[in-house]
């Protein structure tokens, strides 16, 4: 391919596994039945993002499980955020959290990861597939958005949009995975007896093999509610942990039904939902309680980090763009 406005895109050499087109998801659609979708670890992707020069929103490929390789048809600033995967560009490693430059006809090579389970790739222009129901995100369950609505496949060429002038290659500092996720007491709590309520908090808890997009199912002691009956239907969202009649707890995740019949124990507080996504399958890890109040400071602990990011990338560098 000759680097054209034409061949503005990425082609697929290896798919990995379940590797898909994501962005931050689709909002304001849950009364219709539709999930939100988007990446698993949105500070992931907003990050990645950030660093070559896109809006926050758009949409890159969140990459599970490699070998994921991926030729550039235009010159390109790229970041990789998230898990650490072992990454070559052409045969040269390179470094998470900075972004780095493809020249046209170069292929960025993603063998596995060394910790955590997802890695993040954002390309300046953003990848540029057609918007459906006012996001670019994949919903593998209802099976649209991003590409044909599945995960990718060899062969697949992806559209970039317009490309960013970046002066030169920088880079941030992750955070670090630790297997305490921090949750708020949900509306059922009380319902569970008093040693279930006790063991939430102190267990450490196993993701299990049948976890996916839809929802990380955990195991451990089992959890019993001191309330028998069935309950109505209500609202669910992301980081919502049901238990089933098995007492086996269940953490909701992007691709999550919108309504559920089981009770809500807790929810996971937005700014660890990443440390979920990040959970290999076979790790444990604890949930630790917190109020409303050190949720919603973690949140602001975020976005404050995100405008230093800002400010970074708003110096005066030089425009051309030169392979770093």
């Known amino acids: 391919m000759s680097n054209n406005a034409n061949t503005a895109c990425i082609s697929i050499t290896k798919a990995g596994i379940q590797t898909t087109v994501q962005d931050l998801g689709r909002t304001g659609l849950r009364d219709l039945g539709i999930s939100q979708a988007g990446a698993l670890d949105r500070q992931s992707l907003i990050l990645a993002n950030k660093l070559v020069g896109n809006p ?10 490699g070998p994921v390789e991926i030729q550039f048809h235009r010159d390109s600033w790229f970041a990789l955020c998230g898990a650490n995967f072992a990454a070559e560009l052409d045969g040269k ?3 998470k959290a900075w972004r780095h430059y493809a020249r046209a006809g170069q292929s960025l090579l993603l063998r596995g990861a060394h910790k955590e389970a997802r890695a993040y790739l954002a390309i300046d222009g953003g990848i540029a597939v057609a918007e459906i129901l006012g996001a670019r995100a994949t919903d593998l369950q209802a ?3 991003g590409h044909e609505g599945r995960a990718l496949r060899k062969g697949d060429i992806l559209p970039l949009g317009p490309p960013q002038n970046i002066g030169r290659s920088i880079g941030v500092q992750q955070r670090i995975w630790t297997p305490e996720v921090r949750a708020i007491r949900g509306p059922e709590f009380m319902q569970f ?18 976890s996916n997009r839809m929802a990380f199912r955990l195991s451990g002691d089992s ?14 969202l992301p980081g919502v942990v049901q238990v089933p009649a098995n007492g086996q707890p269940i953490v909701l ?3 999550c039904q919108t309504t559920g019949g089981y009770p809500r124990i807790a929810t996971v507080i ?11 399958i076979g790790q444990h890890f604890c949930f630790v ?27 005066n560098y030089k425009p051309e763009r030169k392979h770093v």
Request: with cysteine; charged share 30%; glycine share 4%.
């Open 143 to 145: 099976r649209f958005g």
């Open 93 to 95: 490693s390179i470094a």
């Open 193 to 210: 007896d008093a040693c279930a309520r006790k063991k939430f908090w102190q267990e450490a808890w196993k993701v299990s093999s049948q």
């Open 56 to 65: 926050e929103h758009c949409a890159g490929l969140e990459i599970v499980i």
């Open 253 to 255: 995740l992007a691709d």
């Open 270 to 280: 937005e700014a660890d939902l990443w440390k979920i996504a990040q959970t290999p």
């Open 223 to 236: 959890l019993q509610r001191s309330e028998s009956g069935d309950m109505l239907s209500h609202a669910v």
């Open 289 to 315: 309680e917190v109020d409303i109040a050190t949720a919603l400071d973690a949140k602001k602990k975020w976005q404050r980090e995100l405008a230093r990011l800002n400010c970074v990338n708003s110096i």
